[in-house]
T-cell receptor
Framework: EAQVTQNPRYLITVTGKKLTVTCSQNMNHEYMSWYRQDPGLGLRQIYYSMNVEVTDKGDVPEGYKVSRKEKRNFPLILESPSPNQTSLYFC??????????FGPGTRLTVL | QKEVEQDPGPLSVPEGAIVSLNCTYSNSAFQYFMWYRQYSRKGPELLMYTYSSGNKEDGRFTAQVDKSSKYISLFIRDSQPSDSATYLCAMSMFSGGYNKLIFGAGTRLAVHP
């Protein structure tokens, strides 16, 4: 079954404590991306990757890092989380434009 | 001004009603137009996509694109309680070597029995 998995699904943390949200896909897609979803603002792209070792900033990259060492994995790193990064995060993997799959989401709360 | 505007709703309709969801956009470079459905506590899933102006039908769903007016619509016929979800429009344009997706804020739909 084609799928994108994310972990953890829920996370409550404190300001400044580094965290990583993992993302993995089993479809051999080259393109992967991270979004955050906030009420009234919709989905906004944080970072994307077009292939292994190729990453670039999306529309809201400040405070985030990513890496793409393997094709299937695309972790999102918050080195010093702040309360304004409290949000719902989605990882996505895409073959063609009509084959974009989203993960189940990670709800992050930064106190 | 946002590139993609979508009324957030919520929209509440009785079962069996015809639902119309809409988005407007400002960038004429958008080429692909999509509708995603997102159930509560789930990731968005692609419902329909179109490339050009006109209509595309899939069962009870019809997607309509009017490029001259920069307006897209999703119609749901014979709506069911299981259609209750948030519907996100999305549009793509080729930028920086890849197809970048821009999403609307989403419209929350509730279909009550």
């Amino acid at each position: 079954e084609a799928q994108v998995t994310q972990n953890p699904r829920y996370l409550i943390t404190v300001t400044g404590k580094k965290l990583t949200v993992t993302c993995s896909q089993n479809m051999n897609h080259e393109y992967m991306s991270w979004y955050r979803q906030d009420p009234g603002l919709g989905l906004r792209q944080i970072y994307y990757s077009m292939n292994v070792e190729v990453t670039d900033k999306g529309d809201v990259p400040e405070g985030y890092k990513v890496s793409r060492k393997e094709k299937r994995n695309f972790p999102l790193i918050l080195e010093s989380p702040s309360p304004n990064q409290t949000s719902l995060y989605f990882c996505a993997s895409r073959g063609t434009i009509s084959e974009q799959f989203f993960g189940p989401g990670t709800r992050l709360t930064v106190l | 001004q946002k590139e993609v505007e979508q009324d957030p709703g919520p929209l509440s309709v009785p079962e069996g009603a015809i639902v119309s969801l809409n988005c407007t956009y400002s960038n004429s470079a958008f080429q692909y137009f999509m509708w995603y459905r997102q159930y509560s506590r789930k990731g968005p899933e692609l419902l329909m996509y179109t490339y050009s102006s006109g209509n595309k039908e899939d069962g009870r769903f019809t997607a309509q694109v009017d490029k001259s007016s920069k307006y897209i619509s999703l119609f749901i016929r014979d709506s069911q309680p299981s259609d209750s979800a948030t519907y996100l429009c999305a549009m793509s344009m080729f930028s920086g070597g890849y197809n970048k997706l821009i999403f609307g804020a989403g419209t929350r739909l509730a279909v009550h029995p």
